[in-house]
């Protein structure tokens, strides 16, 4: 029997296509009714604009609440805890991997529940399950994603020791909302740098105080 996230792969361009007219029908009334009020013939612009962003803030997420529900059913009857609250379910993917024929619908490669306590990053997936203990985290920072129009930003850590990648990617689908999602990736980020050893959380605050300083006198040479 396939595990949710395949099945959810093989689902994906329906669940897609379906959210597609949901979004179609959904902002029509809106963009008739704006049209009407500013200039009729602007409705096809502005059933676009409505409909795209319909698509960015929940087509992106389309079945996820069945997907998380799934996967949390299936790791709790292998006596795995998961939605404990301390949790948050995330999507899993590898740099490497990116231009292998990645589908277009889906940028992940496993989905799970992931956990950052003081002693690392522990994520219980559909197809795999690691640990990265805190000590072995070289870096952790937030690289915005091309798929979504570089609107959102993903979770990218390197491990010293390459397990289980030299680099990981962690992306929210904690919510149903992708505003939602960002801004937990943001939360995420820090609470990784959090549990990072000393002397690397510094050369990390370094660096970023390095860049914001540079940033400025760009901006006052303007």
Do not use: K
Not at 141 to 162: M, Q
Not at 216 to 222: E, K, N
Request: glycine share 6%; with cysteine.
């Amino acid at each position: 029997m396939p595990r949710p996230y395949q099945e959810h792969l093989r689902r994906a361009p329906t669940i897609c296509g379906r959210q597609a007219v949901l979004a179609s029908v959904t902002v029509a009334p809106a963009a008739a009714l704006i049209a009407l009020l500013t200039t009729p013939q602007a409705f096809v612009f502005i059933w676009l604009t409505l409909f795209l962003g319909w698509q960015l803030q929940f087509g992106i997420l389309a079945g996820n609440r069945a997907l998380r529900n799934a996967v949390a059913e299936r790791l709790a009857s292998f006596g795995h805890a998961v939605e404990t609250g301390h949790d948050r379910f995330v999507g899993l993917a590898y740099p490497c991997y990116f231009g292998h024929e990645r589908r277009a619908v889906e940028t992940d490669d496993d989905v799970g529940f992931l956990t950052v306590d003081a002693r690392g990053l522990v994520f219980l997936g559909d197809g795999l399950d690691f640990v990265v203990p805190a000590e072995q985290i070289a870096d952790v920072r937030l690289v915005r994603d091309a798929n979504t129009f570089f609107l959102s930003n993903r979770v990218e850590v390197e491990t010293r020791d390459g397990e289980p990648q030299d680099t990981i990617v962690f992306d929210s689908r904690d919510h149903a909302a992708h505003s939602a999602c960002n801004r937990d990736n943001r939360r995420l980020a820090s609470e990784i740098r959090a549990i990072m050893p000393r002397a690397q959380r510094a050369r990390l605050t370094a660096t970023a105080e390095a860049t914001l300083a540079e940033d400025d006198c760009v901006t006052s040479t303007r």
